[in-house]
């Protein structure tokens, strides 16, 4: 998957140090959701705040996807990242030392660490501009496998919160930022020759092109997909299962790490054949696995089967994505990663508060996750109508290229 010629192709250590920064952003941007269980259980919550307050992170993540990635084209993915990594660990820290213990305390460091949500707009281009177009697959799959992140928090903040309290797991888990923080400030790199800042009003300008429509579409549903239940999982297994939160920790560490680990695999498989038949493929056996899953499995142990072969699904298509963004928005790749990213989040709040409506309102997960697989099986539609023109267009412009 990584050859001799890619190594030699871009700058590794940027590289890594936009794989670390995902990696540690994305570990607290689902805490909540790994501490869901113990924090609703302090704070009586009922299933419709529950899923709220994991999804609020998602959502105010979505929207500054958008800003940094507009920060991204001004001022440098470097930069960007940098004031973002800041803003996190103050918050982390103030959390803890405040020592949090109210719904609204809890929604408010939930607003904060949603800037750690909005990295994806700032790791892929620090990442993307250094490799040429037959590399995006692989070099974006690498920085994107930053959402292994919340493996860490299912791992290990239900374990940390059940020895110390919920609320000292906001200053532990300030630690590991900040030893990433160190890291890129000494090796990230911003690539030569970026594109040329544009006007404000010219960065929305890709939203009168269709295919970008089509974009916010599909990795809406593959994104929103894993992070939704990256966030929801614990509960959902509390839940379903009566599973205690160290156990639903684990259960859901072993999902999201499936999600995770398959990302550049997904990259790696579309530079071989094809975005296009990657996500098709993809987006089937994610809908057929949330739709077996909707229904309640006879033990914990056949949903995390199928709930692994889910979340590996969504992971896959997820690299599928960004193999073909730079393909066809290479010049707009900052403000189009800040607009897919963003309704990758939308995606994911979307996803995780209609889990715990539909468990509140109709006592049922399976509405919501329904719901979801319909929007996967959408996408496969949309794809189906697409691809000729796709292909024939500019993907017969590329050169050692498929889509």
Not at 246 to 263: D, H, I, Q, Y
Request: hydrophobic residues 55%; charged residues 10%; positive net charge.
């Amino acid at each position: 998957m990584i050859s001799k010629d890619f190594l030699k192709a871009g700058h590794a250590p940027t590289l890594v140090s936009a794989f670390l920064y995902f990696d540690m952003s994305f570990m607290v941007w689902v805490l909540l959701g790994a501490l869901g269980v113990q924090i609703a259980s302090d704070l009586g919550l009922t299933p419709g705040q529950k899923g709220f307050m994991v999804a609020v992170p998602i959502l105010t993540g979505a929207l500054l996807r958008l800003v940094a990635g507009v920060m991204v084209d001004r001022i440098g993915p470097k930069t960007t990242g940098a004031i973002a990594q800041a803003i996190v660990i103050g918050g982390l820290l103030a959390a803890y030392l405040l020592k949090i213990d109210s719904y609204a305390g809890v929604l408010m460091l939930a607003g904060v660490l949603g800037v750690a949500g909005a990295s994806f707009a700032v790791a892929l281009p620090l990442a993307s501009r250094w490799y040429p177009p037959q590399y995006q697959g692989v070099a974006l799959g690498i920085a994107g496998a930053g959402n292994s992140g919340t493996v860490f928090a299912s791992l290990f903040a239900p374990s940390l919160a059940k020895a110390f309290g919920w609320s000292t797991v906001f200053g532990l888990a300030a630690l590991p930022l900040i030893a990433a923080f160190i890291f890129y400030l000494l090796f990230a790199k911003d690539a030569p020759n970026p594109p040329a800042p544009k006007r404000l009003d010219q960065y929305f300008g890709v939203l009168k092109q269709q295919d970008a429509w089509w974009f916010l579409l599909f990795y809406g549903v593959s994104f929103g997909g894993f992070v939704g239940l990256s966030s929801s999982l614990n509960i959902y297994f509390n839940t379903e299962y009566g599973l205690d939160p160290v156990k639903a920790g684990f259960f859901t560490a072993a999902c999201v790490f499936a999600g995770s680990l398959f990302r550049p695999v997904g990259g790696s498989v579309a530079d071989r054949i094809g975005g296009i038949r990657t996500l098709s493929i993809m987006y089937v056996v994610a809908a057929i696995a949330l739709i077996i899953i909707s229904f309640r499995l006879p033990t914990e142990f056949t949903a995390l089967l199928f709930l692994i072969v889910g979340m590996g699904a969504l992971g896959m298509a997820n690299g599928a994505v960004f193999q073909l963004v730079p393909q066809r928005f290479r010049a707009e790749i900052g403000v189009m990663t800040g607009l897919v990213g963003m309704f990758g989040g939308i995606g994911g709040f979307y996803l995780a508060t209609s889990l715990g409506l539909s468990k509140q309102t109709l006592g049922s997960y399976q509405p919501g996750l329904i719901g979801f697989a319909a929007l996967a099986l959408i996408a496969f539609s949309g794809l189906t109508l697409i691809k000729r023109r796709w292909r024939t267009t500019w993907g017969g412009a590329l050169e050692n290229v498929r889509i």
